[in-house]
């Protein structure tokens, strides 16, 4: 499961840190035989597409943040099992939503589930994995059912708004904060809360640990508009600009936008065209000069320094919980999501 973290080098690097490594592990492993069970259909096809991304890998993320918040409280009790497992289904159900929204062809190093099945078939398996995962999160009762409510509404509305952009006199670069604070760490927020939550921890963590994640997981997706643009598929798991070939709106790109001088308004003029080109049927690769240009531009290095400040802000939010290996690896872990490409 180390393996799986990715980060857990740089997570658990402290003494006191490392200490929490078998015990994160334990945990993960305790999740992992419980997705694999959750996610088990009778029905061949919807059990097929269901599990598809699941056995395609992750670094279930989500999981060990909950895992870790929950040495705040009881540790890693069966109820704090389930509700990281629910929570890791909300998220890969939100996988396949993604894709088909952005037009992804490829996701985790596999096919995406629609170039596999198809639209239809991508978008009900994602409805039955938010199904099941409320369905677990009701075995635990209303404030289970909350959390759980709450969080789809965000990971709703961020996708929605995504989906119609920026209104006129809405700022696009606040704009586009808010939908990744919706989309990506309502859900994040969403685990760093359940970890104290279901395993009764004081309540007076649940707040801070939630504004934590929540700006971890703005930083976590600032770095993930920069790594959109890696050269390097194995790192991504994705075509390289996959989300700026199918029309949707980055960082970078936004920034870019912002800029006054020739170059860049050059470049963006040749992104917007590419994509309005790609959109009536180009092939895709007519963008790949363009985006190498981004990958090298300032505006790039600018999202690498907003993401930084991200993570800054998600330490800090740290105050009220008491110095420990939890907090310190909870630190590592939100100053290791924002220097992934590093």
Request: no cysteine.
């Amino acid at each position: 499961m180390a393996g799986k973290l990715g980060l857990a080098d740089r997570i658990f690097a402290g003494v006191r840190s490392r200490k929490l490594l078998a015990t994160v592990e334990a945990g993960l492993e305790r999740v992992e035989q419980s997705l694999a069970g959750e996610l088990r259909v009778t029905d061949s096809l919807a059990d097929a597409t269901s599990r598809y991304l699941y056995e395609a890998g992750g670094k279930r993320v989500r999981p060990m943040l909950a895992i870790l918040t929950a040495q705040l409280g009881d540790g890693v009790t069966d109820a704090v099992v389930q509700g990281a497992t629910a929570l890791e289904m909300t998220h890969l159900g939100s996988l396949y939503h993604d894709d088909v929204m952005d037009g992804a062809d490829v996701r985790r190093g596999v096919p995406s589930a629609q170039t596999v099945w198809g639209n239809n078939i991508a978008i009900l398996t994602g409805d039955l994995l938010f199904s099941r995962a409320s369905g677990i999160m009701a075995r635990h009762g209303d404030r289970a059912i909350r959390l759980q409510s709450d969080t789809f509404e965000r990971l709703v509305l961020g996708q929605m708004h995504e989906t119609v952009g920026p209104q006129a006199g809405d700022d696009p670069v606040a704009f586009y904060l808010q939908v990744l604070s919706d989309k990506t760490g309502s859900l994040i927020a969403a685990a760093a809360e359940a970890g104290v939550v279901f395993a009764r921890g004081p309540e007076e963590y649940e707040e801070p640990v939630r504004v934590f994640g929540e700006k971890a997981g703005v930083a976590f997706q600032l770095l993930d508009d920069v790594l959109d643009l890696s050269d390097d598929p194995d790192e991504t798991g994705k075509v390289p600009g996959t989300d700026l070939r199918a029309g949707v709106p980055t960082m970078p790109y936004l920034l870019l936008g912002q800029r006054q001088d020739a170059a860049s308004r050059d470049l963006h003029a040749r992104i917007d065209d590419g994509v309005a080109r790609i959109a009536g049927g180009a092939d895709p690769g007519i963008l790949d000069g363009a985006l190498a240009e981004l990958r090298d531009h300032e505006a790039t290095r600018a999202t690498l320094d907003l993401a930084h400040s991200w993570s800054a802000e998600a330490i800090a939010a740290l105050g009220p919980v008491p110095d420990g290996p939890v907090r310190e690896a909870l630190t590592r872990f939100a100053q290791a999501v924002a220097d992934r490409s590093s």
